[in-house]
């Protein structure tokens, strides 16, 4: 288990007293400028150990394609988390998982609404390497991911899933509120557990990475929005949505209420907003106010986060809520960054 104390202490961050604890991450200037490749940023507290998975390509000078399977694999495969097989259920109980991977050419594979596979997105670069398509779903991606050797697990609904679907079974209630931090601390309307280190399950991971030779990759994946209608895929598992990589410009990667993510197609707008020259946190945010002005007062009650890298090795990020975060990893160290929100804390407008 992440000690945060442990990491505070020991990272370069830390020992240069750049932060003393999870809110004074926020005392930066933005965006977080790295210009050192390789770098592998990713969403959310989980993204710190995704992050290490990633370096162990990244750092021997490995590519950014291999770095962002081998970091959300860690994810995967962790069982107290609400991404894979011990996460949320949907609506029936089914763990259903949705992945994509995207290289530095526009190469790309996703598999969606993919059952009893532990690691989707490892499925997800098999049909981007081995088939003519894109997308596999449902039944047809897992007796792909049979075929290609991927053993069928069981479904495995950690303690604090079971909990939560339990206690979500009692009304029934279908509200897709997603990683919206609440008065309490936690997140969402049956907020799942802390993990010891004081961090919070998310049940998505999106990564996008760029490798020493300077060429970007990315991938995302989740069990999607918890307790959701039995086959509805959220934005993860959606080239332009969840994940979008163009190595001639930049990459980036969105978690949050997947229907609206979908709306603007926006880490595709994210990325062509960076084309135009925004930085990727300016990117970040115009995308973020294209939600809200099309959601209006709904935009109050729903979280989007958008995160980007830029050719250039800069970082930046912008949510509807605050409370997002993600992780950084380059030469220098690992740290934790708070996002700005739209509303709240840390936030342009309020
Ligand atoms: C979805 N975008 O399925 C995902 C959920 C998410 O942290 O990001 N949760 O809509």
New binding site residues.
Partial sequence: MFDRRKFLQSSLFGSLGLFAGKRAMTAKPYPLVVKDNPIVIS??DTGLAANRGAWQVLGSNGKALDAVEAGVRVTEASINC?VGLGANPDRDGFVTL?ACIMDDKGNCGSVGCLERIKHPISVARRVMEKTPHVMLVGIGAQQFAVAEGFPLEEQKLSDDAKRAYQEWLKKSEYKPI??VENTKGGHGPFAPARYEDGSWN???IGMVAMDAAGNLSGSCT?S??GF?MRGRL???PIIGA?LFVDNEVGAAT??????D?IRICGTHTVVELMRQGLSPEAACKAAVERIVRIKGEGAKAIQVAFLALNKQGEVGAFAIQKGFSYAVRNNAGEKMVDSKSWYGYGSTRS
């Fill in positions: 969403t959310w609400c949705d997603i990683n998310h049940d998505t989740t999607g929005m959701k959220g934005d993860s969840g969105a978690t949050g209420q997947g229907e993510v």
